[in-house]
């Protein structure tokens, strides 16, 4: 599985962004997606997470209640719809894909391009 994370930009705090990871591969439904960050002089940290089907959703304590996680399996891409932006979330957001119908903390099998994130204050 190939993954490439776009739709990142400059944008005011209090803003909305949407990401996008479009993936390649057949079975692209059967992986759970996680959302990844990266600040500049930080360790990558663990945003937000989706099942299989769509189903269910899973997010980090800091964005919890502004960011929204989401699928298109006959697209093949995840979504990480962002909202209220704050100065701190800028970062390079990245994807993963893990062999499982749901997600499993820390284990994932294929990681894609990261897209930069700049919110200014």
């Known amino acids: 599985v190939q993954l490439q994370a776009s739709g990142g930009g400059l944008v005011q705090a209090g803003g909305s962004l949407r990401l996008s990871c479009a993936a390649s591969?057949?079975?692209?439904?059967?992986?759970?997606m996680g959302w990844f960050r990266q600040a500049p002089g930080k360790e990558r940290e663990w945003v937000a997470a989706?099942?299989?089907?769509?189903?269910?959703?899973y997010y980090a304590d800091s964005v919890k209640g502004r960011f929204i996680t989401s699928r298109d399996n006959a697209k093949n891409t995840v979504y990480l719809q962002m909202n209220s932006l704050k100065p701190e979330d800028t970062a390079v957001y990245s994807c993963?894909?893990?062999?499982?119908?749901?997600?499993?903390?820390?284990?994932?099998?294929?990681w894609g391009r990261g897209t930069l994130v700049t919110v200014s204050s």
């Open positions: 591969g057949r079975i692209f439904s059967i992986y759970a």
């Open positions: 993963a894909a893990q062999k499982s119908l749901d997600y499993v903390p820390g284990k994932y099998d294929y």
């Open positions: 989706i099942n299989w089907t769509g189903g269910r959703t």
